[in-house]
C-alpha cells in the first residue's frame, strides 16, 4: 500500500483548509484502487468547514457505501451487566451509572447525546465530530470550554471524512490538534495509519484549567503506561474521587493506539500491520474494481481481508483471539474484583478510624495506581487482541499494587 503523505502541523492545515479548491492539497499521482483520478473537483465545505460524507458519495460511490454499512454496527451491551463490580471501581463518576460497549463511527454523535453520563461541555464532543474540530482550530482552545447544548446544536456530522482526511481526496491529514502537540517531532516515526486512528483512540484528559482535550505526554517515549501515571501523579490529577474509598482516582479511556504501539506488540512480526490494515482492508465491487473498505470491523469479521492479509501465518485466527480474550477477561475480572474490595475496607477503615490517617493516604495512593493500570486494560478496546503481552504486563502490575494494599488489613 502506497504511504500516504502525512501534513502535520497546525500552519499547514489552516493553510490547506483555505487553499481547498487549489490542488495544493491533493498528493501527487493518484494511483488508488477505487480513486476517481486526479482531476476530482472537491466539493465545496458546508457552513462548518467540512465536505461531509454525503457530498463524497458521488466522488467515491464505493467507499461511500463502505461508510454507510458501519450503521448495522449498533448494538452497544452494558458493561455493568457484565462486570457488576464496575459499579464499585466508577462509583462517583458517570460510568457507574451508563456504560456500554462501543459501536460504530456513524453513532458518535447520537450516543453522546444518548449517554446518561452527564456532560457539561463541548469537549466531549472533540472525537465524535469533525465539525468541532474545526471550529476548535479556526477558533481556538476556548471552544472547548462552551457549553455542550450550544455547540451540538450546530453540528450534524459524526465521525466521517474530514476525520482523518481533512477536505482532501483521501490522503491522510491529522487535524487533531492534541496528537500533533504531543507528537511533535515524532510524528515522521509512527506510521500515518496508525496515526489517523490515534487522534481518538487514545488516552486523554481535559486540562484542569482550559478544558483542552490534552494528551498525558510529551514524545512517543513518553506514550507508556508508567510515564503516564508517573505524570498524572505529578500534577496530582484526579478525573472523579470514589465515594466509597474517598480516593481521588484516574479513569482511562479507549488506549487503542498506546496499546498497538506498546512494548511487547507483534506487529513487526507481522509486517508492520497498522490499524488499517487489520480493520478496514481491500474489497471488490461488482465491476470487479478494488477498492479500500470504510467500514470499520473486527478482522474476525472480514472473511476477505483474513484470507488476502493473515491466513499466511495464522490457520484459526479466531482461536488465537478467542483464547487471549477469554484469558484477558478473567484475570481482569479476578484482579478488578480485588480492587472493588480494598475500595470497600479502605472506606470502612476510614469510618470505623481502625487506620490513620497515614496509612489512608498510602492505601489511597496504591489504590489509585492499581486502578489505573486495570483500567488501561480493561477500557482497551481489543480485550487483550492487539497486544497480549502489554495487557498482561498491565495486570501484573494492578494486581502486584492490589495485593500489596490489601495485606496491610
Ligand atoms: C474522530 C475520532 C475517531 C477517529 C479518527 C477514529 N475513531 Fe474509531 N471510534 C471513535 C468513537 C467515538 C467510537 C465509538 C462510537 C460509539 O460507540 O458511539 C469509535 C468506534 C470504533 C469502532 C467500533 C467499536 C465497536 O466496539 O464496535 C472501530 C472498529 C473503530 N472505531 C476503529 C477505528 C479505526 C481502525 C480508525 C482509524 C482508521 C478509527 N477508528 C478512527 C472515534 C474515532
Ligand atoms: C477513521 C479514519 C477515516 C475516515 C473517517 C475516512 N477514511 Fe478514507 N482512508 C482512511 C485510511 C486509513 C485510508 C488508507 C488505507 C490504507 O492505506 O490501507 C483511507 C483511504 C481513502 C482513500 C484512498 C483510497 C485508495 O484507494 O488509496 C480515499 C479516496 C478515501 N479514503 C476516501 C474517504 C471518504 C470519501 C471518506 C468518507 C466517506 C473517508 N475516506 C473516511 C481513513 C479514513
Ligand atoms: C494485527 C491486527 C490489528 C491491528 C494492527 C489493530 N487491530 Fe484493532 N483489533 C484487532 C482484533 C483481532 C480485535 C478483536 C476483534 C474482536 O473481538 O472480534 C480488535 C479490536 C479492536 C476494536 C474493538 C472492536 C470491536 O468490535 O469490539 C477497536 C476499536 C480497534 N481494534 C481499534 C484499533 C485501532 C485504533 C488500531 C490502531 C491503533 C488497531 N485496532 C490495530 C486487530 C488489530
Ligand atoms: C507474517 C506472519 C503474520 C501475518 C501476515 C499476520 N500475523 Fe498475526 N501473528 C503472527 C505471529 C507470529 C503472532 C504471534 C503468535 C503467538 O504469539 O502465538 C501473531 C499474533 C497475532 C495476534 C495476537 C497478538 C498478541 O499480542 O498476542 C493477533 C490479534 C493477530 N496476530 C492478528 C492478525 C491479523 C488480523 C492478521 C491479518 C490482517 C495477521 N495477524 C497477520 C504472524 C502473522
Known amino acids: 500500500m502506497q504511504k500516504r503523505r502525512l501534513f502535520i502541523g497546525l500552519g499547514i492545515l489552516v493553510l490547506c483548509i483555505l487553499m481547498l479548491t487549489v490542488v495544493a492539497c491533493s498528493n501527487g499521482p493518484n494511483s488508488r484502487p477505487g480513486g476517481s483520478g486526479s482531476n476530482v473537483t472537491i466539493p465545496d465545505p458546508n457552513e462548518n468547514g467540512i465536505v461531509t460524507a454525503k457530498q463524497w458519495a458521488e466522488i467515491h460511490p464505493d467507499i461511500y457505501a463502505s461508510y454507510m454499512e458501519n450503521l448495522k454496527n449498533d448494538q452497544m451491551p452494558s458493561y455493568l451487566l457484565q ?10 463518576m458517570g460510568f457507574a451509572k451508563d456504560y456500554n460497549e462501543a459501536r460504530s463511527h456513524l453513532y458518535t454523535l447520537q450516543d453522546v ?10 469537549n466531549c464532543l472533540s472525537c465524535k465530530s469533525p465539525e468541532l474540530t474545526v471550529m476548535v482550530n479556526t477558533s481556538g482552545d476556548s471552544i472547548y470550554a462552551t457549553d455542550f447544548a450550544e455547540i451540538y446544536g450546530k453540528i450534524s456530522e459524526p465521525v466521517s471524512c474530514y ?10 491529514v491529522l487535524s487533531s490538534k492534541f496528537l500533533i502537540n504531543a507528537l511533535g517531532a515524532d510524528a515522521s516515526k509512527v506510521n500515518s495509519n496508525i496515526l489517523a486512528c490515534g487522534q481518538c483512540h487514545n488516552e486523554y484528559y481535559f486540562d484542569p484549567d482550559s478544558k483542552a482535550v490534552t494528551l498525558p505526554w510529551n514524545g512517543i517515549d513518553k506514550m507508556r503506561p508508567d510515564d503516564i501515571l508517573a505524570y498524572y501523579n505529578s500534577i496530582k490529577f484526579v478525573d472523579f474521587t470514589n465515594s ?32 488499517s490494515d487489520c480493520h478496514m482492508g481491500i474489497a471488490t465491487n461488482t465491476a470487479g474494481d478494488s477498492y479500500i473498505s470504510h467500514n470499520w470491523q473486527s478482522p474476525l469479521e472480514n472473511q476477505a481481508l483474513i484470507d488476502s492479509k493473515c491466513s499466511q501465518c495464522h490457520n484459526n485466527l479466531a482461536k488465537t483471539v478467542g483464547d487471549i480474550q477469554s484469558e484477558i477477561t478473567a484475570r481482569e ?3 478488578g474484583q480485588k480492587i472493588a474490595s480494598l475500595h470497600q475496607a479502605i472506606g470502612k477503615a476510614a469510618a470505623d478510624g481502625s487506620k490513620t490517617d497515614t496509612e489512608l493516604a498510602e492505601l489511597r495512593s496504591l489504590l489509585r495506581d492499581s486502578q489505573f493500570y486495570w483500567d488501561f486494560c480493561f477500557v482497551e478496546n481489543s480485550e487483550g487482541a492487539h497486544n497480549s503481552a502489554f495487557a498482561r504486563n498491565l495486570l501484573d502490575k494492578a494486581e502486584g499494587l492490589v495485593d500489596q494494599a490489601l495485606a496491610k488489613f
Not at 84 to 92: I, W
Open 333 to 335: 475480572t479476578v484482579v
Open 113 to 122: 447525546a444518548e449517554t446518561a453520563r452527564p456532560h457539561a461541555l463541548a
Open 244 to 275: 466509597i474509598s474517598n480516593t481521588g482516582m484516574i479513569k482511562i479511556q479507549h488506549p487503542e493506539m498506546e496499546t498497538v504501539l506498546g512494548q511487547g506488540n507483534k506487529m513487526q512480526i507481522m509486517g508492520g500491520l497498522t490499524c
Open 163 to 172: 476525520s482523518c482526511h481533512a477536505n482532501t481526496n483521501g490522503d491522510i
Open 83 to 92: 462486570f457488576p463490580y464496575l459499579v464499585t471501581l466508577y462509583d462517583g
